[in-house]
């Protein structure tokens, strides 16, 4: 069997997952990825057959997007030729992981795919949103990778085609420790803004991870360390807490974990938004921004007691075989549906 697999390499998310994914994947067959957009700062070791810059969000220094920059690196023009380049027709199965071309490609070729992945829970109503909704950001969400089916994953099954996050195999096995520090990942913050704030709080050691240094700097109670997913995945495990953004993969881990948790939503993104609407039921705080107060937030929140842990309803491996079995499926309808259809033209 032939698998195509669309990553949105926008953040360090969809990449961190598809690693933890592809050696499930690769048991029933061959894969090929295509890895779309460029902005994340992680190391793949994937086999990466198509690149593309895709349609990538990008962030300034003070918690929101560069509209400007993602504006100078969107091209209509590329999108559609490379849209109509890419053989979709030439593989049994399509795994689309919030990547517009892919899907572009599909509609125009007519070949059904499935929408794996964090944002396709967003097309059931029931996923939690925050109580005004934002239309663009709504028609985003459920318009930018359209497929023929899906299947989402969230902190909790909010509807029937929802499941548990990815959980690397790593953080599932870990020996929990707590060694009182902070682990940081704020990539919408610049490193200035953030050593400002928190360089403040007494007595507690940060370990922030940055997208700027090149080795490890310590600076008063703040170590800054390149972005490496084994290294953050062993500060999270023998931390007393995590500050990021409100994404999905990392919030989950810390979850997970059971280790206290403190999200910063990227202002005007907003699947952002929403994802920190539901960890608000996991006793998570949420807090808008860093301003002249935020050193305080944090200790206050360093007092509080964590929040509710997340429970995996499915592993991995289940996870994967109902995606391939959701594969099949199409695969078989489409077969069916060409058949018809010359059946059709014979007797016409």
């Known amino acids: 069997m032939k698998i195509f697999y669309a990553i949105q390499a926008t953040g360090n998310g969809h990449i961190s997952r598809a690693m933890e994914l592809l050696p499930y994947i690769q048991q029933y067959g061959e894969v090929d990825i295509f890895l779309s957009g460029s902005n994340s700062n992680l190391n793949t070791q994937l086999p990466i057959k198509y690149r593309s810059k895709g349609v990538s969000l990008f962030y300034g220094n003070k918690g929101g997007l560069d509209y400007w920059k993602m504006l100078k690196d969107f091209s209509l023009s590329r999108i559609w030729k ?5 053989p979709v027709e030439k593989y049994d199965v399509i795994i689309n992981d919030f990547e517009s071309i892919t899907s572009l490609a599909c509609k125009l070729k007519k070949i059904p795919s499935i929408n794996f992945g ?3 829970s967003f097309v059931s109503n029931k996923t939690p949103r925050p109580a005004k909704k934002d239309f663009a950001g709504e028609l985003v969400l459920k318009n930018y990778a359209t497929a023929t089916t899906h299947v989402g994953l969230h902190f909790e099954q909010y509807d029937d085609f929802i499941y548990s996050p990815i959980i690397k195999d790593e953080i599932l096995k870990a020996e929990v420790k707590n060694k009182g520090h902070i682990t940081v990942y704020l990539s919408h913050y ?6 400002n704030s928190l360089k403040n709080v007494a007595d507690i050691q940060f370990e922030v991870f940055s997208k700027k240094v090149k080795q490890k700097i310590t600076q008063s109670n703040i170590t800054f360390i390149p972005v490496d997913g084994k290294a953050f995945n062993q500060s999270m495990i023998t931390s007393n807490g995590i500050i990021t953004g409100a994404g999905f993969e990392t919030p989950a881990e810390a979850l997970y974990l059971g280790k206290k948790l403190m999200c910063l939503p990227i202002k005007g993104q907003y699947e952002q938004l929403c994802n920190a609407e539901a960890l608000k039921k996991f006793n998570v705080p949420v807090v808008q921004s860093i301003d002249q107060n935020f050193a305080a937030v944090v200790e206050h929140w360093l007092t509080s007691i964590n929040p509710q842990p997340l429970q995996l309803s499915h ?6 075989q109902l995606v391939m079995e959701k ?6 309808n489409m077969f069916s549906n060409l058949l018809n259809e010359e059946d059709f033209l014979v007797m016409g």
Do not use: G
Not at 190 to 195: K, P, W
């Open 82 to 86: 490379e849209a109509k380049d890419l």
């Open 118 to 120: 964090h944002q396709a």
């Open 190 to 195: 610049s490193d200035e803004v953030v050593f």
């Open 315 to 320: 592993s991995t491996y289940n996870i994967v």
């Open 327 to 332: 594969a099949r499926s199409l695969k078989e």
